[in-house]
């Protein structure tokens, strides 16, 4: 299918969108497009894995606010401004080199897919967990991360519907408020987010509020709106509600399996392993709507249970029976691991297949040679 998207925000179409097209102009013609998403990916990845070793469990802002380093928050600005900007481009640059692929459609909404809790998680950091004074509670962190993932869940649904993207405002609002939230972190020290703002809140509460408004009141109605438009049309993809509303099943039961998990577990898994279990969410999310994105490019039918469900209930099942007792923490370790190696391994192989189905390499713009 041909890929269109639709960008509507101000702040992409007259502030962002000219840099991006000044950028794009050093960037050589030899470079593959894929080379620039992954490159993104990667910085992103290697960001949150050097905040993480001086903040396991994002407490290091509350408590002992200077135990990560300064040049830790703006290395997470430029990273951020990076990946933003190479995110921004890598379609631009196929178009440029006449070289815009299925293959590189996917792996540029299936790595956006998995940074998108990546990104996250990194800013949790700066906030840090509740102790009391400040920061926010490890339940919000978990509400916050299902709300936004729940939106970029929202914005490739109403592609399966419509074949249309609607990139969601929220993107580049986002990007610029996490960028401008390193730097500020960088500049003037995380003490800047554990003193009230305004009336008593803080700053971290008024980016949850204006999250949850933006998701709920802006985001959320445009997409139903967008469908209900392409409805009135007669250009929806899908005949029956059944098969519109097929893609949402496996994320709204990896959604309940995880809560039921989280308000149940035993041993109050998310409060001892906040960073882990984060991030198996994010993982698990990625993997799930990756599928999503495959069948609305090619124009399949998503099967209606993930095959990750099932081991999922397992686990969640034994943990809050009591079957796992102490061993809780441990079978989460092993659990995030399987996930991620899983995640990792499904990616190589769909790219695989797709190189050699369109008979292109990932990162390369060289053709492959026909057998």
């Known amino acids: 299918s041909q890929y269109s998207a639709v960008d509507t925000n101000p702040l992409s179409v007259y502030i962002m969108q000219p840099i991006w097209n000044k950028i794009i102009k050093i960037v050589p013609l030899w470079i593959a497009p894929n080379l620039l998403t992954f490159s993104g990916f990667v910085m992103i990845l290697f960001n949150y894995f050097l905040i993480s070793f001086y903040d396991w469990d994002y407490t290091a802002s509350g408590t002992s606010p200077g135990l990560v380093p300064t040049w830790v928050?703006?290395?997470?600005?430029?990273?951020?401004?990076?990946?933003?900007?190479?995110?921004?481009?890598?379609?631009?640059?196929?178009?440029?080199?006449?070289?815009?692929?299925?293959?590189?459609?996917?792996?540029?909404?299936?790595?956006?897919?998995?940074?998108?809790?990546?990104?996250?998680?990194?800013?949790?950091?700066?906030?840090?967990?509740?102790?009391?004074?400040?920061?926010?509670?490890?339940?919000?962190?978990?509400?916050?991360?299902?709300?936004?993932?729940?939106?970029?869940?929202?914005?490739?649904?109403?592609?399966?519907?419509?074949?249309?993207?609607?990139?969601?405002?929220?993107?580049?609002?986002?990007?610029?408020?996490?960028?401008?939230?390193?730097?500020?972190?960088?500049?003037?020290?995380?003490?800047?987010?554990?003193?009230?703002?305004?009336?008593?809140?803080?700053?971290?509460?008024?980016?949850?509020?204006?999250?949850?408004?933006?998701?709920?009141?802006?985001?959320?109605?445009?997409?139903?709106?967008?469908?209900?438009?392409?409805?009135?049309?007669?250009?929806?993809?899908?005949?029956?509600?059944?098969?519109?509303?097929?893609?949402?099943?496996?994320?709204?039961?990896?959604?309940?399996?995880?809560?039921?998990?989280?308000?149940?577990?035993?041993?109050?898994?998310?409060?001892?392993?906040?960073?882990?279990?984060?991030?198996?969410?994010?993982?698990?999310f990625s993997n799930v709507i990756c599928k999503v994105i495959i069948c609305q490019m090619s124009s399949t039918r998503p099967e209606l249970f993930h095959w990750f469900l099932f081991p999922l209930a397992l686990v969640v099942y034994a943990a809050i029976s009591g079957l796992l007792g102490r061993m809780e923490e441990a079978a989460l370790g092993v659990f995030t691991t399987l996930v991620t190696a899983a995640h990792v391994h499904y990616g190589v192989c769909v790219g695989r297949q797709l190189s050699e189905h369109l008979n292109i390499y990932i990162f390369s713009l060289k053709k492959r040679v026909q057998e």
């Open 73 to 284: 928050w703006l290395f997470s600005a430029f990273t951020t401004f990076c990946a933003y900007a190479l995110d921004s481009i890598d379609g631009k640059h196929a178009r440029r080199t006449q070289s815009s692929s299925p293959l590189g459609e996917l792996f540029d909404h299936g790595l956006d897919s998995w940074a998108t809790s990546i990104f996250v998680l990194s800013f949790f950091s700066v906030c840090s967990r509740d102790n009391g004074k400040s920061g926010v509670s490890v339940y919000t962190m978990y509400i916050y991360l299902s709300i936004v993932l729940f939106n970029f869940m929202c914005s490739h649904w109403e592609k399966y519907n419509t074949g249309v993207l609607f990139l969601p405002w929220g993107y580049d609002i986002s990007q610029v408020v996490l960028i401008a939230a390193y730097l500020l972190t960088g500049t003037v020290g995380v003490e800047v987010w554990q003193k009230p703002l305004l009336f008593g809140y803080y700053i971290t509460d008024v980016l949850v509020i204006l999250l949850i408004g933006f998701s709920l009141f802006l985001s959320f109605p445009q997409t139903l709106y967008n469908i209900h438009r392409a409805h009135l049309k007669k250009t929806l993809k899908n005949d029956s509600l059944y098969e519109g509303l097929l893609p949402l099943v496996s994320p709204l039961l990896l959604f309940i399996l995880l809560t039921v998990w989280v308000v149940l577990s035993p041993s109050n898994i998310l409060a001892k392993q906040p960073r882990l279990f984060l991030w198996m969410v994010g993982v698990a």
